[in-house]
Structures are given as C-alpha cells and as structure tokens.
C-alpha cells in the first residue's frame, strides 16, 4: 500500500474538503496562503478526482479500476463508481461506526479482524454485497479495542443501507447503496468527464 504524505489538514485544505469527510475531528482557522485564481475545467475535474481518492484512500491505480468497472457496468458510471467505492469493507467499517476513520478501518480489515458471512476476510479493497453479514471475529471480540468499543461506541448514524448490532458486534448489508444515500462532496460527472476524454 502506498503511503499519504500528505498532512491530512493541509490535504483538506487543498482540496476544499471538509476533514469531517475523513473523519478528522479537528478543525483549522487557518486559510490558504495563495491568491485565489480562475481555476481551468481540467484542473476542477483534476480535483474532484484527487477529493475521491482522498476521501476514500484508495491509490490511482485502484481508483481508475473502480471507474472501468463502472463504466461496464449498466446505468450511470459516476454513480456506479461511487456505489463501488462506498461498498468496499474499510468503507463499510468505517461507516457501521466501529472505527473513526478510514485509515484505521482499512488497519483493522488488515489484521484480520472481521469476518464477511462467517469467512475470514483481510482485505480492504473487498466489496461487500447485498445481505452480507459483516461480524468482529469471536476470537477477537477480547481485543481491547473492541470492548472500548462495546462501552464507548462512537456516536455515528449509519446509513440505511446499513446496519449495525452494537451488542452483537456485527452488521448486515441491507442494500446497494444508491446515489442519494452517499453523502460525500463529489461531483461524480466531473470525474467521468475527465476519465471520458
């Protein structure tokens, strides 16, 4: 996996991206240093992709995958790519509420923490389907994050395609997600456009 350089305000700010996006809790007064200028339609479309792949921490490489296989697949491609994006296990994790952010959904899903319809599943990038049961393994429910898990679980409404047992430590995939039920700052047709020409 490549690693983000990036200092993830400085990259918010950049992007014009709220860090609530990634699940930074912090927030900076601070404004960028460069003069305001006419930005060209290459560089908003060039945005909009580097927001994407930002905002769901995938490299270049995986992210112009997940476009071809959106752009196979039937109905509109930035939709499907989002629906995509939003269906991979870190994602899932990370929006069931059990990690605060991507990148440590993405560490969890790594170190084997959880099982997809009671198989063992350690990577990231795996996309879920509709009535996949996502569960915290048994032999990992004694980790000690997941009993501060358990007491102190991070206030976050799960989206409805979601669900998720606290108690249980387990979750099901109701649904594919749909485009009015992903609430990231993308401009998906600016991407298709850029990836179009």
């Given at each position: 996996m490549a690693t983000s350089k990036y200092h993830?305000?400085?990259r918010c700010r950049f992007l014009e991206l709220d860090p609530a996006q990634i699940g930074c809790s912090k927030t900076s007064t601070r404004t960028s240093g460069r003069k305001s200028r006419k930005v060209s339609e290459y560089?908003?479309?060039?945005r909009e992709k580097q927001r994407a792949k930002f905002i769901y921490c995938v490299s270049e490489k995986q992210f112009y995958h997940y476009y071809e296989m959106a752009d196979r697949m039937k109905g509109i491609t930035g939709s499907n790519m989002l629906s995509l994006l939003e269906r991979r296990l870190d994602n899932v994790i990370y929006r069931m509420g059990i990690a605060k952010t991507r990148l440590q959904a993405r560490q969890l899903?790594?170190?084997a923490m959880f099982s997809v319809n009671g198989k063992t599943v350690n990577i990231p990038s795996y996309l879920v389907k509709a009535g996949d049961v996502i569960a915290v393994r048994d032999n990992k429910k004694d980790n000690k994050f997941f009993r501060d898990r358990k007491e102190n679980p991070i206030v976050y409404s799960t989206p409805?395609?979601?669900e998720y047992d606290n108690?249980?430590?387990a979750g099901k995939v109701l649904s594919i997600p749909q485009r009015e039920e992903i609430?990231?700052?993308i401009e998906e047709h600016m991407i298709v456009e850029l990836y179009s020409k």
């Open positions: 993830k305000l400085k560089g908003l479309q060039l899903v790594s170190h409805k395609w979601l108690e249980k430590q609430d990231t700052q």
